[in-house]
């Protein structure tokens, strides 16, 4: 391969490119295919003078005596609709992770994510509603899915994670690539690099069992912290980057090759997990990693969802 192409463009060959962001500026800039967004991107975002006039103007739509559920829920969609004016695939908008372990009243928020999407024109195929891989949230995707509401189930650190995802027939996961690095690291206090990263071999892991065993559920790596995960990953259906990271493999032109295919996935000796519910949340239990890195993850994005809350109060 010319190494004359920078390696975003390389990588392009490959995968399917998301930027991990509510900038939209940076959406712009990297041309990717869809973009994802959470609660921290969206409080980031929403603090920046740039993007407040989208907080006003829901604030102004909805009226002084619209509940902060209603004007967040309201704020997410503004997002994800100035997101699909940018990018000609898919956006992701996550649920409140305080119903990470409510089957029920994550369905509820799927469908009302969808009917606000639907009421401004816009199909729900071009929509990912964001759920953390609990089995209460897996189980609503599973749910939503067969109501033609397609799913991304974020912060999933384990293939028996995974696993419950296909079964369920979500149409997407998000495994942490970066968060698995981070907990390998400061446990062992070392460092990992290429194709020996933790977080590489996960998702490496749940590609290959994807494909072996013909599972249609796509695989997005997500959560960087270096170039070397993204590129060790080459070939996964997808992956979402921030724009810092974006903008380093634009500047870079060093060779990606393709790490991750199908012939590769259907000649490993990976065998088949038969799960139910006790199973799975034993199975769970056992990894300590995954365990550990759910938990904070939704404790951080809840975290986020109350600053948010908090940012809209005192706006009004």
Known sequence: ??????????LKQFTTVVADTGDFESIREFTPQDATTNPSLILQ??????????????????????????????????????????????????????????????????????????????????????????????KAAEVLEKEGIHCNLTLLFSLVQAIACADAKVQLISPFVGRIYDWFKATNKREYTGAEDPGVQSVTTIYNYYKKFGHKTEVMGASFRNISQIIELAGSDLLTISPALLAELKNNTGTVERKLNEADAKASDLEAVQLDEKTFRYLLNEDAMATEKTAQGIRAFSADIVKLEKLIASKR
């Open 45 to 138: 975002a929403v603090s920046k003078p740039e993007y407040d006039h989208l907080l006003q103007k829901v604030l102004t739509d909805l009226g002084p005596d619209a509940s902060v559920e209603s004007v967040i829920d309201q704020v997410l969609i503004a997002f994800g609709l100035e997101i699909l004016k940018i990018v000609p695939g898919r956006v992701s908008t996550e649920t409140d992770a305080r119903l990470s372990f409510d089957m029920d009243g994550t369905i509820k928020k799927g469908r009302e994510l969808i009917a606000l999407y639907e009421k401004n024109g816009i199909s729900r195929d071009r929509i990912l509603i964001k759920i953390a891989s609990t089995w209460e949230g897996i």
């Open 1 to 10: 391969m010319s190494t004359t192409l920078d390696q975003l463009s390389q």
